[in-house]
């Protein structure tokens, strides 16, 4: 069984940033997709960012300019930087990496944007 840790929530200011981390139990070099979802209270889960076959990049469109998604094989993590922080942001933020039919979630990261 695979785990995934998830690290780096917080509580931030408008316009701070955060960089989250998700370390897994398993090499991510053969990882065929790594992403970050998001679930603000009340709504449903959305994804954030992704990265697909090792170097394709997606981003939600809220989140374009201001979000990075990285991935560290050497210490079998992934990374979300988040800048220009807004209260929008506020989730619960997850990471889920798949190799080919398998895919793994993380416990979930609270992030709390507020003045």
């Known amino acids: 069984q695979v785990q995934l840790v998830e690290s780096g929530g917080g509580l931030v200011q408008p316009g701070g940033s955060l960089r989250l981390s998700c370390a897994a139990s398993?090499?991510?070099?053969?990882?065929?997709?790594m992403a970050w979802y998001r679930q603000a209270p009340g709504k449903e889960r959305e994804l954030v960012a992704q990265?697909?076959?090792?170097?394709?990049?997606n981003y939600a469109d809220s989140v374009k300019g201001r979000f990075t998604i990285s991935r560290d094989n050497a210490k079998n993590t992934v990374y979300l930087q988040m800048n220009s922080l807004k209260p929008e942001d506020t989730a619960v933020y997850y990471c889920?990496?798949?190799?080919?039919?398998?895919?793994?979630w993380g416990q979930g990261t609270q992030v709390s944007v507020s003045s």
């Open positions: 990265i697909i076959g090792g170097s394709s990049l």
């Open positions: 398993r090499s991510i070099f053969s990882a065929n997709a």
């Open positions: 889920k990496i798949s190799w080919y039919k398998e895919a793994y």
